[in-house]
């Protein structure tokens, strides 16, 4: 029987670039203590499997919503069902599977800093245990839903505040289960929230800051500045972060050449298109699919 890493239908996977952790969360005073790595989604996860003997760098929580599958976390062998879900504290050595006959569909998320850790530990402590149980409610998954789709919306530091705010709320929705809250953000609350859903919109596109600019009925100067000053990036690098974050999917769940990704997310010279990605993530394209479970990275 041979498992894979990834390449289930209807999969969903976001990793943040090493850059946009570096700069933005690990050091951030309000993002620091509790940050997202790494965010997907895996149904009917059929030969699914991870193996760490050393662990991981982040805390991982893994959530099973339908199916089964088993682990094994610091030597303790578990059994996973629908409404059981695991948390595993960085650097713990642990392996996880998906049932053969009936494998699970998981909503997992791997996370940082030390108010996870506490978590993590409070949760340990009232359960004894890596596995815990709760109800199967959709307002939890609501809850991934808007860090999945806020995430979509790119790396300004106000927003990795505000998604870092939901990751805790999630991590508390399984800890204290019944303060769970509802509802999606508004992707057109105002004008820099349009300018990024455009971006997403037209992320295989090429295009220019004038156009960008014109989504919004601003100046290029007026337009360059609030968006430099929302995100701490130009319009143009944060509509790449975008291009790059597409890729990286891309790159994970497909067999596109990587000439054909480049074209994918708008960009026509392939090599710009590498040293783009290996600016923004810290390694190249190929590098990123043929090692994305053994890099020294976050990891799922």
Known sequence: MHFKKD????????????IILNKLCSNDEG??????????YYPKAKLHKRKR????????????????????INGV??????????????????????????????????????QTDAL?????????????????????????????????????????????LLLLQYLGSFIFSERLTTGMPDKYGDLFEKSIAYMQDNVDQGLTLAELAGSVNLSV????????KKTGFSPIEYFNHLKIQKAC????????????????????DQFYFSR??????GYGPREYRENRYSLDKPTQ
């Not at 760098?57 to 094994?72: D, R, W």
Request: charge should be positive; charged fraction near 20%.
């Open 77 to 114: 062998k578990l059994k996973v069902s629908a409404g059981d879900f695991l948390t595993i504290p960085h650097g713990v050595t642990h392996s996880y599977e998906a049932s053969k006959e009936s494998p699970w569909t998981i909503y997992w998320c791997h996370f940082k800093g030390k």
């Open 249 to 268: 999917q891309y790159l994970q769940f497909t067999q596109m050449r990587i000439a054909e990704i480049a074209l994918t997310v708008g960009i026509e």
């Open 7 to 18: 390449g289930f239908d209807g999969q969903r996977a976001i990793v943040i670039p090493r």
């Open 53 to 72: 003997a050393q662990g991981a760098e982040q805390n991982i929580l893994i959530y099973c919503v339908e199916g089964k599958g088993s682990a094994t």
């Open 221 to 228: 100067s007026h337009y360059s500045a609030v968006f430099k």
């Open 120 to 164: 993590l530990k409070l949760l340990l402590l009232r359960t004894d245990s890596y596995k815990s149980s709760v109800k199967l409610l959709p307002e939890r998954i609501e809850l991934f839903d808007r860090l999945y789709y806020s995430l979509e919306q790119g790396y300004s530091v106000e927003n990795l505040t505000y998604i870092n």
């Open 276 to 281: 783009l990605f290996t600016k923004t993530m």
């Open 31 to 40: 993002i620091g203590n509790a940050y997202l790595t790494d965010i997907g």
